[in-house]
């Protein structure tokens, strides 16, 4: 959808834009950092991070300040600052499989590889208010944290090895259906969307969807009367590393460092396979940050998608097309836009019809 730009009102609009950012002051002691809100509001900037499609922490920490907290707006500002950046090279495939796990768990298995690592999550505790965070200290506060820790747990002295995927034990024992990877590999960013979309497209489109959007419609799909319960067969949060390829020697990579990410493999209700194996459908999801409920509605839609069905969430255009949270909101919020001929014609057909009725009941009275 095209608008062309309304025309008069200059002033007013840099006016609105200046009282805007007294709002945002006026009852301020002193202005958020923009390290302190990448720092201790990690979830709110994986959540940007995520729906934009740009891992730049410190960039999404930024777009959260200038949208005074508003994660739809900060992922616009951060995507359409991504379309401004040259794309100078592209990394090699990341496998998830060598990911650092600092969180790992899993609900189908109680003993897997490894161990379950809990890691940092507030699942298990109470969801009551802390006051005591109304006067931290933050160095104080760090401090007793680590005291606390047990010696094993510390965060600065971890050095786990890469863990073995719980969906690759199933897949051994020929327990799970291999994906679907029909139509090749697609980049959404450059490449026209068409559909029915490939599998890779689907994927990139879930990753970058409207976390509320997706938990709605995952919730959805769980509470139909026909829908399976899936699996968690594994969450884990961890960081991968990037490299891209040595340009002097095909055979050598260079890293560019890592990102966290958070994966999720579900499995849910077996198939029977045109060779007649019975096996487990596996649903897959994977973000940027810890982003987990999200992580696990992706994975919920992808496998829906990849099945056949006549509910809402087996339509990929009605899935694909309605998660994204810059299209949802820029259309919406584009009613604010003003509409006055539009509207004027609507009032004009609306005087024209009470205008014949009124002629009709006079005439039918004579």
């Keep these: ?62 777009a959260l300040k200038q949208a005074e907290g508003d994660p739809a707006e900060a992922a616009f500002l951060l995507r359409a600052y991504r379309s401004t950046l040259e794309r100078n090279v592209e990394s090699l495939t990341v496998d998830p499989g060598q990911m650092r796990v600092i969180r790992r768990i899993s609900s189908a298995f109680k003993d897997i590889p490894g161990s379950q690592i809990l890691g940092p999550t507030a699942d298990y505790t109470h969801r009551l208010l802390n006051f005591t965070l109304r006067n931290e200290e933050a160095q104080a506060a760090l401090k007793s944290v680590l005291q606390q820790l047990p010696k094993q747990d510390n965060p600065h002295t971890d050095h786990r090895q890469p863990f073995r995927k719980v969906a690759d034990l199933l ?29 890779s497209a689907k994927l990139q489109l879930l990753s970058r969807g409207d976390t509320g959007a997706m938990t709605a419609l995952a919730y959805s799909s769980m509470r139909e009367h026909t829908a399976q319960h899936p699996t968690v067969a594994e969450l884990r949060v961890g960081y991968v590393e990037l490299t891209v390829a040595y340009p002097l020697a095909s055979n050598e990579t260079l890293s560019l460092g890592e990102v966290m990410v958070t994966e999720v493999e579900t499995i849910n209700s077996f198939t029977k396979k045109d060779n007649g194996d019975v096996q487990f459908q596996l649903g897959y999801g994977l973000t940027f940050g810890q982003n987990e409920t999200k992580a696990i509605a992706m994975a919920i839609l992808e496998q829906r998608l990849e099945t056949d069905g006549t509910s809402p969430t087996h339509d990929e255009e009605f899935v694909l097309l309605h998660v994204d949270s810059i299209e949802a909101n820029g259309f919406v919020s584009h009613l604010k836009l003003p509409h006055y001929i539009t509207f004027q014609s609507k009032l004009d057909v609306l005087r024209q019809a009470q205008k014949l009725a009124a002629e009709k009941t006079d005439h039918q009275e004579v």
């Excluded at 020929?174 to 026209?192: E, F, Q, Y």
């Design 171 to 199: 897949r051994a024992q020929g327990l799970l259906s291999p994906p679907n990877a029909r139509n090749g590999l697609v980049d959404i960013t450059r490449d026209k969307l068409t559909f029915p979309v490939p599998r």
């Design 1 to 62: 959808m095209g608008y062309v730009a309304v025309t008069g009102g200059q002033q007013a609009i840099e006016t609105a834009n200046l009282l805007n950012q007294w709002y945002r002051l006026k009852d301020a002691d002193h202005a958020l950092e923009v390290t302190a809100i990448e720092k201790q509001m990690r979830h709110l900037v994986d959540r940007v991070i995520s729906e934009s499609g740009l891992y730049a922490p410190n960039d999404a920490a930024l």
